[in-house]
C-alpha cells in the first residue's frame, strides 16, 4: 500500500551542477504532476503526464528544467546547470486517471533542493 | 488564468477553538473543482476536501466544514473544537477539467494547548 515516494528527500547542489529528482506514482496511476514550491509559498505547478506523454509542460521555468516518464510509471526531473533561484521543495503527485480536474492528487514528500 | 487568494498569512488559536480559513478564486471556467489541502510540518500535502463548481451544497465532515458561495467565487473551510494536531499550513486549490492544481500562497495555523 506505498504511496507515491520522491528520492533524494534532500539534494544540496553546487551552483551550476545537474540534479535529477526521482517520483515513484501510486502504481496504476495514469497522471503524475510536478510542482515546485519555493519557501513560505505555495505549490506552482510545473509539467504533467499522462502516461508516458507530457500533456502540459507549460510551468516549466526555463529550458533547464527536463521530465520525462518514459515507460508511463517512474518520472524523473532534471535541473540542468542548477542557480540559486532553483532552490525549493520539488513535489510529485499521482491521480488514478487523466483528463478528470475532480480526481483528488496524492502527493509524495517532496525533495528539498538547496543550491548553494 | 486562474488565481487563487488566501489572505490570511497565519491564525492563532488556542484548541477547542473553531478556524475559518478563507479563499476566493478566479477563473474563466465554467467547470472547475476546489480543493482543501494540509500540509503539516513534515511537508507532505494531505487531501483534505473536494468540490465541484456546479454543487455549492455544504457539507460537514467530521470536524471540518465547508462554505462555497459561487456569487462571491469564495470556497472557506473551518475547523471546529480544534486541537493541537490541527496546526499546519492549510492551501486552497483550484483545477480545471485537466486537473492543473493552482494553489493559494496557505494560511498557517497555530492551535496552542
Known amino acids: 500500500g506505498a504511496g507515491v515516494s520522491q528520492s533524494p528527500r534532500y539534494k544540496v547542489a553546487k551552483r551550476g551542477q545537474d540534479v535529477a529528482l526521482r517520483c515513484d506514482p501510486i502504481?496504476?496511476?495514469?497522471?503524475l504532476f510536478w510542482y515546485q514550491q519555493a519557501l513560505g509559498q505555495g505549490p506552482e505547478f510545473l509539467t504533467y503526464?499522462?502516461?508516458?506523454?507530457?500533456?502540459?509542460k507549460s510551468g516549466l521555468p526555463s529550458d533547464r528544467f527536463f521530465a520525462e516518464r518514459p515507460e508511463g510509471s517512474v518520472s524523473t526531473l532534471k535541473i540542468q546547470r542548477t542557480q540559486q533561484e532553483d532552490s525549493a521543495v520539488y513535489l510529485c503527485?499521482?491521480?488514478?486517471?487523466?483528463?478528470?480536474?475532480?480526481?483528488?492528487?496524492?502527493f509524495g514528500p517532496g525533495t528539498r533542493l538547496t543550491v548553494t | 488564468a486562474q488565481k487563487v487568494t488566501q489572505a490570511q498569512t497565519e491564525i492563532s488559536v488556542v484548541e477547542k477553538e473553531d478556524v475559518t480559513l478563507d479563499c476566493v478564486y478566479e477563473?474563466?471556467?465554467?467547470?472547475?473543482?476546489l480543493f482543501w489541502y494540509k500540509q503539516p510540518p513534515s511537508g507532505e500535502l494531505v487531501f483534505l476536501i473536494r468540490?465541484?463548481?456546479?454543487?455549492?451544497q455544504n457539507e460537514i465532515s467530521g470536524r471540518y466544514s465547508w462554505n462555497f458561495q459561487k456569487s462571491t467565487s469564495s470556497f472557506n473551510f473551518t475547523i471546529t473544537a480544534s486541537q493541537v494536531v490541527d496546526s499546519a499550513v492549510y492551501f486552497c486549490?483550484?483545477?480545471?477539467?485537466?486537473?492543473?492544481?493552482?494553489f493559494g500562497a496557505g494560511t498557517q495555523v497555530v492551535v496552542t494547548p
Open positions: 503527485a499521482s491521480s488514478l486517471v487523466g483528463g478528470q480536474g475532480q480526481r483528488r492528487q496524492y
Open positions: 502504481s496504476g496511476h495514469v497522471s
Open positions: 503526464f499522462q502516461n508516458e506523454a507530457q500533456l502540459d
Open positions: 477563473t474563466r471556467d465554467t467547470t472547475y473543482y
Open positions: 468540490r465541484n463548481s456546479f454543487d455549492e
Open positions: 486549490a483550484l483545477t480545471d477539467s485537466w486537473g492543473k492544481l493552482q
